[in-house]
């Protein structure tokens, strides 16, 4: 990212500190830090100010960045869509885990068709968050809670271990069929308790 390179460039040209540009910005010291070393990106409005401080056009303050602010929107969109698709993947296999209960012990041959049908969501949600998630490059527990969280995934891809990744996987699946089998049985027994 070149943004960074021109913020500090502007501030000494102006002979700001970081302490006095972060004044006129209404921002702390850190925050122009964190900018001045690409580690974070500013908002609209403070790119805003930065032009009208440093008295030049918005195109000249982030001129080359136009395709990294692009890909920072972009993973952000993905993010909350990733987000979206987790908590009805999360929802539809909780109600289907209760609904397993009610339904099997049920008489009715047709009603025991409806945990399969609360499933679907599920599964739909799991291949589009598959999609992001590959779209991402995006492998390890590690990387999926860092790009949620919007930080840079690159440092924890050089760290990659496959053998690491493919006992994570077998870790992640293994709690979560724990979890599912826990609450199917609960649902079950509860069933019973009431009927």
Do not use: H
Not at 5 to 14: E, F, G
Not at 44 to 72: A, E, P, R, T
Not at 74 to 88: F, H, M, T
Request: hydrophobic residues 45%; charged residues 20%.
């Amino acid at each position: 990212m070149k943004l960074g390179l021109q913020i500090k460039k502007y501030r000494s040209d102006y002979n700001y500190s970081q302490e006095e540009l972060s004044e006129k910005l209404f921002v702390s010291r850190q925050t122009i830090s964190n900018w001045e070393n690409d580690k974070s990106y500013p908002d609209v409005q403070s790119l805003l100010l930065l032009s009208s401080i440093f008295d030049i056009s918005l195109d000249q303050l982030v001129k080359g960045d136009l395709l990294v602010m692009k890909n920072v929107v972009q993973n952000n969109q993905n993010i909350k869509k990733g987000n979206l698709y987790s908590w009805i993947m999360i929802l539809s296999f909780l109600l289907t885990a209760v609904s397993i209960g009610p339904l099997l012990l049920s008489d009715n041959l047709i009603l025991q068709f409806i945990p399969f049908i609360l499933l679907i969501p599920a599964v739909y949600c799991d291949f589009v968050l598959e999609l992001l998630n590959k779209s991402a490059d995006i492998k390890t527990y590690s990387e999926i809670l860092a790009y949620t969280q919007g930080k840079n995934v690159d440092e924890l891809r050089k760290q990659r271990n496959q053998t690491s990744y493919f006992f994570e996987q077998i870790g992640i699946f293994v709690i979560f069929i724990t979890l599912f089998v826990g609450v199917c049985l609960l649902s079950i027994w509860l069933t019973r308790m009431f009927m």
